[in-house]
């Protein structure tokens, strides 16, 4: 909590201090000089990326690549902030979509729709454009997607086969989910509690809003320029009463305080969780499981099948000195050569397609076997809102999202509560 | 009163209790932060804790100090502490002895300047700091971090000397001039001996706010080679839940030296409560 206090009191005396300034094209000459590149991940993914910086350095000896890391999100988000903030941004740093934008409103970003114009690596149709589309800001594109994941079911094969139900497989429906989601919860031991839930998923926006929009209903009033929440509407409303009553009614997933004893990833991967709900990124933790095999299936549907985008993009500062050496390096980080390099830890689905579609991705000898789960709902991506302050709407739509689906609290209440508690958000995100 | 003196052993045997019983409070996170440590790492965690490790194990300080070079970062968090720690006594000392030697008019209103100081909050002046030292071109060295010390860290510390110097009878010092001392002089032989468990305690609250010290690391480095201690344990945080036991291991070796500090610092506290009391008197 108090980091999270101190990450959005830093964010705030950020966008004070920030002022944009006019871009300068993109020009030719010899590279050389330092490069600056802010990341953040745990210790096995930061080891991809010095691998990503021994390959580069090789290939253009004269940069010299400063790999700054942060541990997670906040930890990076802290050191943005601060060094825009205090006028020594970083060359080029990695961000995930929903919080792009904040920097890509005030103007600090040198746009790079004009580099990958003019790259003969890789042209911006060589990524998916589900990705690309999530990272456009006034009509031009800002930054390039490093990689791109949608939301899938992790699945236990094996507590599927032994209760006899049939496993998840595309274009499921949400009864059906629900429904062997039952049939899983199982209480082993006889003491009255369930041992082993149907499914592990938590109240979050981003792991509802997929299903909001499938069963034809809307998060906000407008993608592009939103002021409210619009799950007040039938669709969404019935959509959201479904997801709660996973809890409430059904109880085939956790409760709140079982969650807090044991999260998501740790039921899942300890086998008292037949099914859950993430992006790509628990692929790595789940590869250290042996007790059980285990695959991934798209999400189920209501009325159609939808997914919401996971993404990260390299993002470079309009106050660079190294602009051409930043452009090398990631025309090298995201092109066949360095693009492998980064899926090899399998925690994204790379942005190019050409290396996603490869055996890199599809079958790298590792669970999950059918990988492909995460290519072909990408059609069926979709994407919150590019807003500034989209973060802070998330963050205080989420304890009544909590309320809602462990105490109970009736539905009308929830979604107008996440109204009042939004719109002066929205309308910052909007100035 | 009667009772009391009647039997003092009793007494003394459960007037340690309610202690005792805060002190296991304290404890048991620490228990089982040690015990967690010793689990097998890449196993299932275990849902809650487990009060005795089964099949103890070291492996998961191996993978710790494999994942990150915690060694490399224990060094540099004390090269930090050691610059750090002595010129933030030397500095909270100076500043609380010439504020206990004003009128007392002049040092109302300098413990009104540090109470003030002190309620600013340091996020505030994150951004600003930064700027300095960008401007001074110090960022991604330790002087950020060290730098602090020169104004005694925290107007706090200041604030426990100007009390420890004020409670001390003014006629020493003269006596110091008389002889010949220079204020330096009083400070230093007359006023410092006569603290000696206040510098004690202001050291080691220094040392576990600068061996402890996230924030400043995290915005002022940028060398995985320089980093210290409390940005490797937040990498290794990030590790899976299967891996808790590699996090802990580097917990229990973050938090070693600073238990160590702790225990050689209190003999200084318990001889001088035995021999003159708290604040030296």
Redesign the interface.
Known sequence: MARKV?AW??AA??LA?CTGGGGEGPAGGPLGGTV?IMVF????E?QSFRDLEAAFEEREPEVDV???????RD?LL??LA??F????PPDLFLINHRFAGQFATRGVLEPLGPYVERSDVFGLEDLYPEATGAFVFGGGQVCLPQNISSLVVYFNRDLFEQADVPLPEAGWTWDEMVERASALTQDTDGDGEPDVYGLAVGPSLIRIAPFVWSNGGELVDDTEHPTRFTLDTPEATEALRDFFDLRLVHEVVPTEQEVE???D??RF???RAAMMMSSRRDT??FR?IE?FTWDVAPLPVHDEQVTILHTDAYCLSEASDHKEEAWAFVEFALGPEGAPLAAATGRTVPSLIEVAESPVFLEPGEPPANARAFLDTIPAIRRVPSISTWPEIEEAAEPFLEEGMFEGVPLADVVRSIDEATRTIFERGRS | MLRMSERPHERGRWRHLPALLVSLAFLLPVWFMLTGSLRVP?A??T??VTALPIDPSVESFRRALA??PLGRFALNSVLVVVAAVPLTVVFASWAGFAISRLSPRARGIMVAVSLVALMV?S??L??PR??LF?TLGL?NTYVPLIAPSLLGTSPFYVLIFVWAFRRLPQDFFDAGRVAGLSWLGVWWRVAMPLVRPVAVAVGVLAFVFTWGNF?DP??YL???SMFTLP?GL?????????DAPVFLAGAVLATAPVVGAFLYAQRFFLREHRESGWLGR
């Open positions: 101190m009191s830093i005396a950020f201090a600056q991940g745990d210790p096995e930061v400063q790999l700054v890391v942060a541990s997670d930890d802290a050191r601060t060094s903030a205090g006028g020594e004893s044991e999260d990833a740790a991967l300890n086998g790595p933790v250290t007790d | 890449g299932a965690p849902p809650g994942l990150v909050p996020v505030a994150l951004v930064f700027a960008r960022t924030l995290l915005i940028f060398d995985e940005l937040r990498s290794l945080s990030t590790v899976g839940p299967q």
